[in-house]
């Protein structure tokens, strides 16, 4: 049972990233699913959640508008779409499945 972040990276301010969340062992259409980060020196902050048929979403005041989770079931993965980043949102960012599992991470760096 485990869940597994790809897709993080060094981007520009103002670029795109999308990260993913694979998950095995356990499907993770009876979750809500959530993405998290935690940035140097600061706590784990909750970033975007979605339920378990991809038909609602919320997300922090932080990445609103510029963030988008979805999901595809049938592929057993979560993903956090990021445009317009700031160097804010420089963090290890993690995927929770309900209150359960939490994966290992992916670090995104935005930087000149």
């Known amino acids: 049972v485990q869940l597994v972040e790809s897709g993080g990276g060094l981007v520009q301010p103002g670029g795109s990233l999308r990260l993913s969340c694979a998950a095995s062992?356990?499907?993770?259409?009876?979750?809500?699913m959530r993405w998290y980060r935690q940035a140097p020196g600061k706590e784990r902050e909750w970033v975007a959640s979605?339920?378990?048929?991809?038909?609602?979403?919320a997300y922090a005041d932080a990445v609103k508008g510029r963030f988008t989770i979805s999901r595809d079931n049938p592929k057993n993965t979560v993903y956090l779409e990021m445009k317009s980043l700031k160097p804010e949102d420089t963090a290890v960012y993690y995927c929770?499945?309900?209150?359960?599992?939490w994966g290992k991470g992916t670090l995104v760096t935005v930087s000149t």
């Open positions: 979605i339920d378990n048929t991809g038909g609602t979403s």
């Open positions: 929770r499945a309900g209150t359960t599992y």
């Open positions: 062992g356990f499907p993770i259409s009876i979750y809500l």
